[in-house]
């Protein structure tokens, strides 16, 4: 609930600085170690937005891949299935620095202002 919360801020504060009026849809990107479940996801930004903007709004929620920065070669890689190993360096034991991963960015929002469109 708290993630679709600050979804719905952003989302809220765009609007009045874009001057939208009705909101149709989120683009958001969000990190694989958010733990988000998008149908999840939409259901709490549903019953948060009633009422507002963005009530009917359609949520486009993009996974992206967590990376992460080996300590002995500093290259950046993709982990997945959390297996700590570095494709160059092979299993790193500890000091692996998370890039991205657990971030949630709304990328774009699309809507429609009171001076346009009906
Ligand atoms: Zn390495």
């Known amino acids: 609930m708290a ?3 600050s979804v719905l801020d952003i ?3 765009e609007c009045r600085r874009h001057h939208m009026e009705t909101v149709d849809r989120i683009h958001l990107q969000v990190g694989a170690l958010a733990a988000v479940v998008p149908e999840a996801l939409t259901f709490c930004f549903q019953v948060v937005a009633q009422g507002t903007p963005a009530e009917r709004a359609v949520l486009d929620i ?3 891949p967590v990376v992460v920065r080996c300590p002995l070669c500093g290259d950046l890689y993709e982990m ?3 297996l700590d190993m570095c494709p160059r360096c092979g299993p790193v034991v ?3 620095s998370l890039i991205s991963g657990r971030e949630m960015t709304v990328m774009s929002i ?3 202002s009171k001076n346009e469109g009906a």
Do not use: H, K
Request: no cysteine; net charge negative; proline share 0%.
């Open 62 to 64: 993009e996974t992206v």
């Open 11 to 13: 989302v809220l504060d």
């Open 3 to 5: 993630i679709a919360q």
């Open 110 to 112: 699309e809507g429609r």
């Open 80 to 82: 997945e299935d959390r």
């Open 94 to 96: 500890s000091g692996l």
